[in-house]
């Protein structure tokens, strides 16, 4: 007597069970592929957003530098042009000082019967046309301009009679310079 056994359905639910785990696999790797894929997506989306912010940051901090540069530049040129007009005040104030110190200069060595009709000045030239009534008056006003401190000795242009016939027109140039103990004066308040 043989018994014949029947192996091929219970193989059969072997296959499928194997075959049902098998997709239960896929169906959880294909799961868990797509979590971690869902959730790298999500770490690049906090890193680019992270990084978004610091572009901004930084774009704004630049702005905000570009306008301290911008108003830097502003003030370099403010200061620039004031040290431009200090200069030109410094100037016209030495030449005020000097303009003050020929007159002052002037006024000291006048000699009597010396009239002067026209002065005018070139940088430290200064031209002087005067009348005197006499030859004498002439080389003691040129004397008296040689001996002030502040001006150089007069180089003598021409001498001519006057319309009176008696008086002389005479014309001299000298250089001014300026003292530095006169300026010192004007300057100290």
């Given at each position: 007597?043989?018994?014949?056994?029947?192996?091929?359905?219970?193989?059969?639910?072997?296959?499928?069970?194997?075959?049902?785990?098998?997709?239960?696999?896929?169906?959880?790797?294909?799961?868990?592929?797509?979590?971690?894929?869902?959730?790298?997506?999500?770490?690049?989306?906090?890193?680019?957003?992270?990084?978004?912010?610091?572009?901004?940051?930084?774009?704004?901090?630049?702005?905000?530098?570009?306008?301290?540069?911008?108003?830097?530049?502003?003030?370099?040129?403010?200061?620039?042009?004031?040290?431009?007009?200090?200069?030109?005040?410094?100037?016209?104030?030495?030449?005020?000082?000097?303009?003050?110190q020929l007159?002052?200069?002037?006024?000291?060595?006048?000699?009597?019967?010396?009239?002067?009709?026209?002065?005018?000045?070139?940088g430290e030239?200064?031209?002087?046309?005067?009348?005197?009534?006499?030859?004498?008056?002439?080389?003691?006003?040129?004397?008296?301009?040689?001996?002030?401190?502040?001006?150089?000795?007069?180089?003598?242009?021409?001498?001519?009679?006057?319309?009176?016939?008696?008086?002389?027109?005479?014309?001299?140039?000298?250089?001014?310079s300026v003292?530095?103990?006169?300026?010192?004066?004007?300057?100290?308040?």
């Amino acid at each position: 007597m043989s018994i014949n056994i029947n192996l091929l359905p219970w193989r059969e639910a072997r296959r499928e069970k194997r075959t049902r785990r098998f997709y239960g696999v896929v169906v959880m790797m294909f799961l868990a592929g797509i979590g971690l894929g869902l959730g790298i997506l999500q770490i690049y989306q906090q890193q680019l957003s992270a990084q978004q912010q610091r572009n901004a940051y930084i774009t704004n901090h630049i702005e905000r530098l570009n306008n301290e540069i911008a108003d830097v530049q502003r003030y370099q040129a403010t200061a620039a042009r004031l040290g431009e007009q200090l200069t030109l005040f410094q100037t016209l104030q030495a030449e005020r000082i000097g303009t003050v110190q020929l007159f002052n200069n002037i006024a000291a060595s006048v000699v009597d019967g010396v009239v002067y009709q026209r002065l005018s000045r070139s940088g430290e030239q200064v031209s002087f046309s005067a009348m005197a009534g006499s030859e004498r008056q002439v080389s003691d006003q040129l004397r008296q301009i040689a001996s002030m401190p502040g001006l150089g000795v007069p180089q003598f242009s021409e001498v001519a009679s006057g319309d009176d016939g008696t008086s002389r027109v005479f014309q001299f140039d000298v250089v001014q310079s300026v003292v530095e103990e006169a300026a010192a004066e004007e300057e100290a308040p």
